[in-house]
């Protein structure tokens, strides 16, 4: 299915920017400019640009011309969505390489996460992700079993979980997600590339259906020179979460 036109002509714009096609402190390509290489009406390419200057991409506005402030790419965590939505979303290819799936009795700490008795059976998934073919995060996902039993049947490596668990009416809508760091261990050495003890960015989630109750507790490591974490706020709006990562 093609993406809507404002997409794709934002799609085209991170990738612009994300390569260095469109350098730091670099105009942008003005309006008619956009329409005239799309085919498009003024209403997609300034549903672009906004998008692109609410993640902080862009500046400009009000009768200046958009200028491009960095090259990191964002996507707010606000709206839960998956690592291969995020990536797609940027223009980029995602990837991942399944390690394990198992059913495991609940050790404690996952057991409080899921507010399940300690050695309740659990599916655990283990999960290589890239960007551009490039290792970016170890995932370490456990799921209650009723959920986790309908990833057995299915090939881990052929997209994103997410979607295919929404497809069995699987509902992840609330989220709370904890950022901190955390020195790699022989695990993610191994499979991120990167010396034992090395500082990841650790984010770990905690989904819950909308009635509140656990149905995933993850612990996604991501390497700190690829992918970063702002908070963003305003007066006028809730602070939002954002995801962001560094072209090479």
């Known amino acids: 299915m093609e993406l809507p036109m404002h997409e794709r002509i934002a799609v085209e714009l991170r990738r612009q920017i ?20 799309w085919g498009a009406s003024r209403g997609p390419v300034r549903q672009a640009l906004a998008a692109l ?25 606000a709206t839960f969505v998956s690592f291969s939505s995020w990536v797609r979303g940027l223009g980029r290819v995602p990837g991942q390489r399944t390690q394990e799936i198992a059913l495991r009795r609940a050790s404690a700490d996952v057991a409080d996460a899921l507010d399940l008795e300690e050695g309740t059976p659990v599916v655990q998934l283990l999960r290589l992700r890239l960007i551009d073919d490039e290792p970016t995060m170890l995932e370490r996902t456990t799921f209650i079993e009723p959920v986790g039993r309908l990833l057995f049947d299915f090939d881990c490596d052929s997209g994103s979980l997410y979607a295919h668990l ?63 974490f702002t908070i963003e706020n305003s007066q006028q709006a809730q602070p939002a979460l954002l995801r962001s990562w560094q072209a090479s």
Not at 18 to 30: D, F, I, N, Y
Not at 53 to 74: C, D, F, N, W, Y
Not at 180 to 194: E, H, N
Request: aromatic content about 4%; charged content about 30%; glycine content about 10%.
């Open 53 to 77: 200057r609410a993640e902080g991409m862009i500046g400009g506005g009000r009768g200046k011309p958009p200028v491009v402030l960095r090259q990191s790419l964002s996507q707010p965590f």
């Open 166 to 228: 929404a497809e069995q009416d699987v509902d992840m809508s609330l989220a709370r997600h904890r950022i901190d760091a955390v020195a790699a261990d022989p695990t993610d050495s191994s499979l991120l590339g990167v010396p034992e003890g090395f500082p990841l960015l650790r984010e770990s989630r905690i989904a819950r259906s909308a009635d509140g109750s656990p149905v995933e507790y993850s612990d996604d490591r991501y390497r700190p020179d690829r992918v970063g």
């Open 18 to 37: 994300a390569t260095g096609e469109l350098a730091v402190a670099e105009p942008v390509p003005s309006e008619a400019q956009l329409c005239a290489r």
